[in-house]
């Protein structure tokens, strides 16, 4: 017996979406909160926040169109049968969510399989619910973490084997997808045989050879995932090479571009650099990110795909902080790893010495 799937009014979708944005909770507490899947819940969030953008830039949002000959073909294949015919040109939509939530289990004149045929809709995405993440996973997702941390260079396999050395028998396609979720990969040369989006410019790598020899000359910013007690965020922030100062970070309950365009903000408003450097992740090499640093007459620089040494800097913050900060207190909560942070890069920045700096703090080199 199949079951009923939910459906939700848009006043539900803008509220759950207005509390993803807040970012209080995780993607996992409002899932269990509101009963609603995660996934679904950050779709609304950047649904939501691409609908702000569009209002702020006083444009207005793209209109579902009818695609008026794909209706007359299937006119014909069905026979004409003016029922199904009226039920198509209501419903045709292109979005796949969009498609799932008009199909009509309830209707008494189309099956849902002739429903989701009308609208090039496979039947198993109607049914497809995708599984929850349960606590054995966010326990391993954070023990990927601590191995990572230590060994970046590990892939998937040198992973699933170090978990195993432990006692723990895990299959290598698990632990890839967990880290795919994470947003983590081995950092090593590789073959580079995916193509990048058409839509997203990739900037080559520009600090080869070149000697860093003050503050502002370069910035550099990355992803991090965070894990909680039963639960995990992700972290960017923006860094100095030259005096490791942080100059800005933001925490985000999904992995979107928005969180790491407000941190890129909050830094700009501190000064400029002569060149930003990043990975080649999708938030960074999306328009609104290098089109920020691009509009500020900042040169762009990307890393090579799985250099370690392209983002050294960075690298070795998350290091500092996951030992000396996160792995030690086990935030139980947003607001409480917020505050944290919120200490641990004051006393980052202002009171912990480096011996690369000559045993000065960030904030006395990149000041001065």
Known sequence: MSRARKTFSNEFKAKVALEAIKGYKSLNELATEYQVHQNAIGNW??????????????????KAQ??????????????????????????LILSVDKKRELIEPGNKTLTVQQQCSLIRLPRSSYYYHPLEITDEELEIMNRIDKIYTDYPFYGVRKITEQ??????IYNHKRIYRLMKLMGIEAIRPRKNLSKPNKDHLIYPYLLRDVKITNSNQVWSSDITYLPLYNDFVYLVAV?????????????????????????????????????????????????????????????????SRGRALDNIFIERLWRSLKYEDIYLKEYQSIPELREGLKNYF???????????????TPAEVYFN
């Open 163 to 168: 978990l195993r050395r432990h006692g723990s």
């Open 66 to 91: 009818v695609d008026t000959e794909l209706i007359d073909q299937l006119y014909k294949q069905i026979g004409k049968q003016q029922v199904e015919l009226d039920w198509l040109k209501k419903n």
């Open 239 to 303: 860094i100095d090479w030259f005096s490791r100062y942080v100059l800005s970070w933001e925490l985000s309950n999904s992995l979107d571009v928005y969180f790491c365009l407000t941190a890129l903000e909050r830094s700009l408003r501190q000064g400029k650099p002569e060149i930003f450097n990043t990975d080649q992740g999708s938030q960074f090499t999306s328009k609104d990110f290098s089109g920020m640093i691009i509009g500020n007459q900042i040169k762009m620089s990307m890393d």
């Open 346 to 360: 004051d006393f980052y920045n202002n009171c912990r010495i480096h011996q690369s700096l000559n045993y000065k």
């Open 45 to 62: 969030k950047k649904q939501a926040l691409e609908s702000f953008l569009e209002i702020f830039n006083n444009r207005r949002g793209p």
